[in-house]
């Protein structure tokens, strides 16, 4: 079992930074791989960036990749999604994600995720 919140959105403009965190709550050691999914009012929820239990491998839609970034902490229960760059269309509520699996190819899935976050705003004027 996994417990996970989310904090550092905010509303800023655009080509702004906002830095997400997202902080794991488990009753076992954190061996599970961690995801960053978002939302926008009306749309589905879609993946944005995952990042492997050892951090040693990252994905990302092509729609963020070379604005965002994701890492995890030392300790390995923490995941951050530095978003830099920021447009309008990043608007969205952010939500992070774990998972134990050993599929590379399920971390852009979100039914594969077993555990979520209650979201945080990020909000991008023009």
């Known amino acids: 079992q996994v417990e996970l919140v989310e904090s550092g959105g905010g509303l800023v403009r655009a080509g702004g930074s906002l830095r997400l965190s997202c902080a794991a709550f488990?009753?076992?050691?954190?061996?599970?791989?961690m995801g960053w999914f978002r939302q926008a009012p009306g749309k589905e929820r879609v993946f944005v960036a995952a990042?492997?239990?050892?951090?040693?491998?990252?994905y990302y839609a092509d729609s963020v990749k070379g604005r965002f970034t994701i890492s995890r902490g030392n300790a390995k229960n923490t995941a951050f999604l530095q978003m830099n760059s920021l447009k309008p269309e990043d608007t969205a509520v952010y939500y992070c994600?774990?998972?134990?699996?050993?599929?590379?190819?399920?971390?852009?899935?979100?039914?594969?995720?077993?555990?979520w976050g209650q979201g945080t705003q990020v909000t991008v004027s023009s």
């Open positions: 994600a774990a998972a134990y699996f050993s599929e590379s190819n399920y971390l852009k899935e979100q039914r594969r995720y077993a555990y």
């Open positions: 488990a009753r076992t050691a954190s061996s599970y791989n």
């Open positions: 990042i492997t239990w050892d951090g040693g491998n990252t």
